[in-house]
């Protein structure tokens, strides 16, 4: 099965909860306002958080980088 890997910049999120309108699951909104990457680890070198997912959780989370008004989110293929 694929596995992909989201990575989320919070620092440019702006609280538009765009992404937890197609995928609350992954995408649940935080006390701050902004929203928060379910299960995610924080990368100290890149600075974003990081979540590896199947293909089956695919979809909903394209959708969510799809509707970020600043694209502070980013699914790539890194296996098949």
Request: hydrophobic share 40%; with cysteine; glycine share 4%.
């Amino acid at each position: 099965m694929a596995k992909y890997k989201i990575e989320f910049d919070r620092e440019l999120c702006i609280g538009a909860l765009a992404c937890t309108a197609v995928a609350e699951k992954f995408w649940p909104r935080a006390d701050d306002g902004k929203v928060d990457l379910t299960g995610a680890a924080y990368n100290e070198e890149t600075k974003k958080w990081e979540l590896i997912i199947d293909g089956k959780d695919f979809q909903a989370n394209k959708e969510a980088e799809d509707v970020c008004p600043v694209a502070a989110i980013k699914v790539t293929k890194i296996a098949d």
